[in-house]
């Protein structure tokens, strides 16, 4: 079975620019969270899906992030524009079930932005 | 304000060397804790996961042990090797919530 898969790997851009990151769950999980890791920092949440609503999003750090999950499939991740501050490495998760089982991670996105 | 702060920052320890990484924690109310695996390049894996009743879990060469009330837990490698060189992430989960609280992990470098 396929685990969570993020596309690109890597993206570099400018400030000012505007950069979608995608996640692909594994099959048939419902819940999807996106999390971030500034170089030095621990993981930090950002946003978590249930299906294509929107569950929390007390993590996302400005109106500069958009997450979408439609159709309750794949998400998308958009930065709109970049600032230097949003490099880091975006991660995704997906669980079948609620909470407290356990997330599967993704390989990550490594954001840089110049 | 939770937090999870993990010790050593790094490690370097020789091929067959046990070792032991720490994970002190301050997340209430307490509902479970995961050390995960991060190879580089790749996202974090799930080692063990104990909940409040648990002292103790293994998984092969990795040994978990918590102690709920003084807030701390470890991880023991045992005969390590070069495989086990790796970030490792102490992860809080939170009774009510779903959204854990992360250490800044610890790298391990094992070397021949």
């Known amino acids: 079975e396929a685990g969570v898969t993020q596309f690109p790997s890597h993206s570099v851009i400018e400030k000012g620019q505007t950069v979608t990151l995608r996640c692909d769950p594994i099959?048939?999980?419902?819940?999807l969270y996106w999390y971030r890791r500034v170089m030095g920092k621990e993981i930090k949440f950002l946003l978590h899906?249930?299906?294509?609503?929107?569950?929390?999003e007390s993590g996302m750090p400005n109106n500069r992030f958009l997450a979408e999950r439609t159709g309750g499939t794949y998400s998308t991740l958009k930065v709109q524009p970049a600032e230097l501050e949003d490099s880091g490495v975006y991660f995704c998760?997906?669980?079948?079930?609620?909470?407290?089982?356990?997330?599967?991670f993704g390989p990550g996105t490594r954001l840089t932005v110049l | 304000k939770n937090q999870v702060e993990q010790s050593p920052q790094s490690l370097i320890i020789l091929e067959g060397k046990n070792c032991t990484l720490q994970?002190?924690?301050?997340?209430?109310?307490?509902?479970?804790l995961r050390w995960y695996k991060q190879d580089t390049g790749r996202g974090p894996v799930s080692l063990t996961i104990?909940?409040?009743?648990?002292n103790t879990k293994s998984n092969g060469r990795y040994t978990a042990t918590l102690d709920a009330d003084t807030k701390q837990s470890s991880l023991h490698i045992t005969a390590s090797q070069l495989s086990d060189s790796a970030s490792y992430i102490c992860?809080?989960?939170?009774?009510?919530?779903?959204?854990?609280?992360f250490g800044r992990g610890t790298s391990l470098i094992v070397h021949p």
């Open positions: 992860v809080v989960g939170s009774g009510g919530s779903y959204i854990p609280t």
């Open positions: 899906f249930v299906k294509e609503s929107k569950q929390d």
């Open positions: 099959s048939g999980h419902d819940n």
């Open positions: 998760a997906s669980s079948p079930t609620l909470a407290h089982n356990e997330q599967f």
């Open positions: 104990m909940t409040f009743s648990e």
């Open positions: 994970c002190n924690y301050t997340v209430s109310p307490f509902s479970n």
